[in-house]
Nanobody
Framework: QVQFVESGGGLVQPGGSLRLSCVVSGSIFSVLGMAWYRQAPGKQRELVATITSRYSTNYADSVKGRFTISRDNVKSTLYLQMNSLKPGDTAVYHC????????WGQGTQVAVSS
């Protein structure tokens, strides 16, 4: 069973940066399309960014130009570099395959506030 362990969240001021990491267990990481999702309080989970097994990327309009998704297939790790953070980016961030697998990790909390 594939498992996801996210880390790197925290409290940051508007305009700041964070780098999220997600270690994926199992041996199939390199062939999976992967994604970062986020869920803000009282809102549904939304897709933030995707990266295919061939490193093609796509972003939600709300984060385009500010976030960068990347992957390291040797380390089975997914990353999300987040720059120019806004209060609206406050959420719990999860990684998963794209389309998502049934199991989800705990996520990592990102809070953007002055």
């Amino acid at each position: 069973q594939v498992q996801f362990v996210e880390s790197g969240g925290g409290l940051v001021q508007p305009g700041g940066s964070l780098r999220l990491s997600c270690v994926v267990s199992g041996s199939i990481f390199s062939v999976l399309g992967m994604a970062w999702y986020r869920q803000a309080p009282g809102k549904q989970r939304e897709l933030v960014a995707t990266i295919t097994s061939r490193y093609s990327t796509n972003y939600a309009d709300s984060v385009k130009g500010r976030f960068t998704i990347s992957r390291d297939n040797v380390k089975s790790t997914l990353y999300l570099q987040m720059n120019s953070l806004k209060p609206g980016d406050t959420a719990v961030y999860h990684c998963n395959a794209e389309p998502a697998l049934p199991s989800w990790g705990q996520g990592t909390q990102v809070a953007v506030s002055s």
